[in-house]
């Protein structure tokens, strides 16, 4: 198969990018995304130049570090997957590809295709925790019964990998998917309700001052999440944090 | 409180809420209009009511107008702030992969009904303020029905209502059901009130064009 790439390039954080144009070819439609990506960069650096820089690390869907706009959608055409996990088969030959960072002011690029996303990990240290007794009597988990549906809402809630295709699909580049996947794993369980009332609000409040957008409700992030996270849980969201704030 | 008043979710809510609050005057509005098709005295009876009844006018009329504007200034500073939240764009951006035209126009449906909005105030409201506080004319409880007639005598302003209400259609679609998922409202019920909200937002902006229509192909002859 051969390719046109147009992938953007950007030297570091203040410099101003732009879409290069490549073309590959030999790509064999079992490759993955990112295999694709690493003979594009060997071919790179075999004729002495710069390689594209891209996140990636576990390359089988669970890490959420791989984070690429493929023709204008996170993750690529297909839906339930991450970029390492996109197969090279749902392209022709012929085909342009169309390769950029996820983009939001949240999310600045570091370098061509990478982008920091530690605002989510602000958001998650805000109060995406319980506190537990670890000091040798932690109490085991199992011990408190929790309703066989509150438990697989929370379990799907908790799939969440963080990729961030959520904000980079919502025209708003809004968070919500994300910071109500979190809040939502622990409001459905027993184990936490304790701080209930201040997760709710210190990552809302988190999320706000990093500057990602209102949720107009489109379900683009739905649509792209690699875990196929519901909607629902923004609303769940959204009930916790008025319920939090009516309580004071 | 102040936290509470800033939050995403707290500025949604205020624009949901005043949404729903527009959506019961839509089909409180078109109720009243319906009436100027099947029962001309019907019409001028309660326009008359609406137009001197102290409640009304004193207190439901500025109720009214706060909730549009609270509805259409929230909306614009949720936009700007929705536009900072992503400074450099997309090269390419796929955005009917994964959402549905009206759901991602929402700014440009809800402008051009604020700016329809603006036309049908001097069409009715400044001239009615103009009728009873300028002009001290004295009260007239027959003359709603020939006036409403005679608005839609000119082709031009009933082009304009109808293309009107066709986006006031495309708002609604996504708009009033998604007023439910802000404040929360997502539960076994939401498939149906996703029905609801397509007859909703079919049947009323529907009604109001074929009474615009209606009275344009049926002028009042002198």
Redesign the interface.
Known sequence: MNLNL?V?RQNDAHAKGK?VDYSISGIDGDMSFLEMLDILNENLINEGKEPVEFDHDCREGICGSCSL?I???PHG?DKFITTCQLHMRKFKDGDTI?I?PF????FPVIKDLVVDRSSFDRIQQAGGYISVNTSGNTVDANAIPVQKEAADTAMDAATCIGCGACVA?C????A?LFTSAKVSQFALLPQGQVEATERV?NM??Q??LE??????????CE??CPKGIS??N?????????KA?LKG | MS??I????????VMALSGLFLVLFLAQHFTINLTSVIAPDTFNEWSHFMGYNPLVQYILQPILVAGIIIHFVMGIA?EI??N????????????S????WT??N?IVTGLVVLAFLGLHMYDFWVHEMAYKYLESNPEDPTRYYAETVEKFEPIWRTVIYVIAFVLLAMHLW?GFS?SF??????NKYSAGLQTFTKIYAIAIPAGFIFIALYHHFNPITH
């Open positions: 147009k953007w879409m706009q023709n204008g959608e055409p169309v950029e983009r939001a002011t949240a699909a025209k708003n580049a809004s919500m609000k809302v409040r999320m706000d500057g990602f957008g209102n949720c107009t409700n489109t379900g683009a649509v792209e909607l629902e923004i609303a769940r969201m959204n009930r916790e944090y008025l704030n | 936290a509470l800033s939050s995403s979710i707290a500025r949604k809510v949720l702030q929705n900072r939240s992503r400074k450099i764009g997309y090269v390419r951006y796929n955005g992969a994964n959402a549905p759901s991602r929402m996504h998604s998922q802000s404040m929360g409202w997502n």
